[in-house]
């Protein structure tokens, strides 16, 4: 399975991190969310609870599960050629997720939530990708994370950070795709909210296509000729 890059880079980073608490590397006392301790410089501490998503279990393998298949699915299918926007999204869906975290104080790890909120952006945009549990229960993909809410219920987990990443998910795909729908219909100014830095997208390489994009269209050459497509035209 060919994973794109920042899918690839989140998995890995996901996978090393627990494998180095497993095998006593790291110690996950440093990596939970704690306000206090970012406010005291421990900063990192706004990227890690994302990162480790419990010791090697049942629940580990279903989070790297969905973690794989709906961030690969969501890199390769809205935003392919867009890696600016994945990362702005997830960088949105951290933000969020860290805002609202402190509301549910016996929550100290965050990655399940990410994981939910891209569980419900993938079934919101493949509506019609039909599904099934256990090969019981069949029903489309809009409506996964609640399966996925309610089985986590039955066996007991708790089911805090799973409703704050489908919160999330719902508020993003609103920015995302219905606000810019409504805005260009009333005629509204500002017609995207979640758009790409230009720093972000020249770190992930799309600010350098965009200008040879650009000048590969059209540039005045100094005899008065124009170049359209990388072709010398003479006016």
Not at 97 to 103: R, V
Not at 200 to 215: K, M, P, Q, S, T
């Amino acid at each position: 399975m060919d994973i794109p890059p920042v899918s690839r880079i989140y998995f890995t980073t996901a996978f090393l991190t627990t494998t180095c608490c497993a095998i006593e590397v790291i110690n996950p006392y440093y990596l939970y969310y704690n306000t206090e301790l970012i406010f005291e410089g421990q900063i990192w501490r706004l990227i890690s609870p994302f990162l480790f998503f419990g010791l090697f279990s049942i629940d580990f393998v279903f989070n790297m599960y969905f973690l794989v298949r709906h961030c690969r699915q969501l890199e390769e299918g809205d935003f392919r050629g867009k890696p600016s926007q994945f990362v702005l999204m997830l960088m949105f869906g951290i933000a969020m997720i860290c805002i609202l975290a402190p509301f549910l104080q016996s929550h100290n790890f965050l990655g399940s939530a990410l994981t939910f909120m891209m569980t419900y952006v993938w079934g919101r945009r493949n509506e019609d990708v039909r599904m099934s549990m256990f090969g019981i229960i069949s029903f489309t993909a809009p409506y996964l994370p609640w399966v996925m809410l309610g089985f986590g219920f039955l066996v007991g987990n708790p089911i805090g950070m799973s409703i704050v990443g489908i919160l999330v998910g719902h508020t993003y795909f609103f920015l995302q795709y219905v606000y810019p729908v409504i805005a260009e219909l009333r005629g509204w100014r500002i017609k995207k909210l979640l758009v790409p830095p230009r720093i972000l997208r020249y770190l992930c390489g799309e600010e350098v296509e965009d200008i040879r994009l650009a000048n590969g269209i059209m540039m005045r050459g100094a005899n008065g000729g124009m170049l359209v497509e990388g072709h010398d035209h003479q006016d």
